[in-house]
């Protein structure tokens, strides 16, 4: 069962940064903080992810508190084409096991 | 292929009838994972498959939903007897190694509509 909880929607203007909250207040030491995105009609594509170091790839910045109990996705300049539901995971890194989706967040990119 | 294809891309079928959902991982990717999406919902967790391991199949939510992997690649997810509640996107994914992180790779999906 999904270990995180976000925000429902967030709505953010076009050429801002969009910051996308997650909290997994139950991570365990070996556990990764995944972001993928699914954008309306397609499958979900992976984003990013982290253990305890912020990272930063061509897509995004990830932020992952000191306690590692939450996490942000920074899309720094969002785009019309970042308009999709944005789902934050935590998970070990490798291994036999699961992939476990919640919810997510509906981010709205507004012109 | 270059990606995860799944088959057919749309599928509609009678209540009570057997369907047949096939996915063609990425090649040499030995994690494979089945989803389904419901409008307008998230994805709800089927089952998972690694290399020789047995599956997980702590997500098929009931003994109509059955399926396997062949030769460690190709895998069918079979539903029998199907019902409208059925109807949904369904989504495989298909991951690298076991030792090492394991990004997942989705399909487009199978949307399977039940009348």
């Known amino acids: 069962d999904a270990k995180t909880t976000q925000p429902p929607s967030m709505d953010c203007a076009e050429g801002r940064a969009a910051n996308l909250p997650c909290n997994h207040s139950?991570?365990?030491?070996?556990?990764?903080v995944y972001w993928y995105r699914q954008i309306h009609s397609q499958g979900p594509q992976y984003i990013i992810h982290g253990l305890k170091n912020n990272e930063t790839n061509e897509m995004a910045s990830l932020i992952i508190t000191e306690d590692r109990k939450s996490s942000t996705l920074i899309l720094p300049h969002a785009t019309l084409r970042d308009t999709a539901v944005y789902y934050c995971i935590v998970r070990v890194a490798a291994g036999a096991n699961n992939l476990f989706f919640g919810t997510g967040t509906r981010l709205t990119v507004i012109p | 292929g270059a990606g995860v294809s799944q088959s057919p891309s749309n599928k509609v079928t009678e209540k009570g009838k057997d369907v047949e959902l096939r996915c063609d991982p990425i090649s040499g990717h030995t994690a494979l994972y089945w989803y389904r999406q419901s409008l307008g919902q998230g994805l709800e967790f089927l089952i998972y498959?690694?290399?020789?391991?047995?599956?997980?199949k702590s997500g098929l939510p009931s003994d109509r939903f059955s399926a396997e992997r062949t030769g460690g690649s190709v895998s069918t997810l079979t539903i029998q007897r199907t019902q409208q509640e059925d109807s949904a996107v369904y989504l495989c994914?298909?991951?690298?190694?076991?030792?090492?992180?394991?990004?997942?790779?989705f399909g487009q999906g199978t949307r399977l509509t039940v009348v």
């Open positions: 139950t991570i365990s030491g070996n556990e990764y």
């Open positions: 994914a298909s991951g690298a190694g076991f030792y090492t992180f394991t990004e997942a790779f």
């Open positions: 498959f690694q290399g020789n391991s047995a599956p997980d």
